[in-house]
């Protein structure tokens, strides 16, 4: 099937306005700065072991909060609107990420579940699941994570609704302080039909909770 592909970057124009602007240290900073860390902690960063450990953590780094410079305007440009006249709900469910905490920089483990009632068009299935590893890959907190996903959806496809559930468990809370392993932080947002139909709301938790949907 010929898909009528339409370009949408111009409603994103803001995407990147949530990016903090900073002036980025040089690879050498960074990994001073590890050195740094190093010592801080009690360790001799000169040891055999630890020889290329500032190297390797700058470049884990890099891959870690590469949502910094992804551009979720761009995983989203493409809608296809020739889709048979289809607008029932799409649901993509247990989409794995991590992400890290923004207080204490430690890992936030999850999984998303998405959905959405499309009007314009649809895009293709695994760019959702990659606008949630544009915003999993900065440090979060898991509320603002939520709404960030809703919002991007909202602004590019404009459907008659979005609803984001993302279950998480926080390193912050599990490793650290309390040290409570196993528990589970659960945020939802709903726009359009989600939030205006609480039978909406209930189908797309049924859904999400159900195998078998």
């Not at 339409?6 to 700065?33: F, Q, Y």
């Not at 992400?99 to 430690?106: K, P, Y």
């Not at 999400?208 to 949907?213: E, F, H, I, L």
């Amino acid at each position: 099937m010929d898909a009528v592909v339409k370009s949408l970057s111009a409603r994103m124009a803001d995407a990147t306005a949530d990016k903090p602007s900073v002036t980025r240290p040089s690879r050498e900073e960074a990994e001073a700065a590890v050195r740094v860390l190093l010592q801080w902690a009690g360790e001799d960063p000169d040891r055999e072991g630890l020889i290329d450990t500032p190297r390797r953590v700058v470049r884990t780094y890099e891959e870690l909060f590469r949502g910094y410079r992804d551009d979720p305007s761009i995983v989203l440009d493409r809608v296809f609107e020739e889709v048979a006249g289809y607008d029932g709900l799409v649901l993509l469910r247990d989409i794995p990420f991590y992400s890290h905490c923004e207080h204490h920089m430690v890992p936030i483990i999850g999984t998303a579940h998405i959905a959405y009632y499309p009007t314009q068009g649809v895009v293709g299935l695994s760019k959702l699941a990659r606008v949630v590893d544009v915003y999993a890959r900065r440090l979060q907190t898991q509320e603002r994570l939520t709404a960030q996903i809703t919002d991007a959806l909202e602004e590019t496809l404009k459907p008659r609704g979005v609803a984001v559930m993302i279950e998480a468990e926080h390193m912050c809370m599990s490793m650290r302080g309390i040290q409570k392993q196993g528990v589970s932080t659960l945020t939802t947002r709903f726009t359009g039909l989600f939030k205006e139909e609480p039978g909406e709301q209930a189908r797309f938790m049924a859904m999400v909770r159900s195998k078998a949907a």
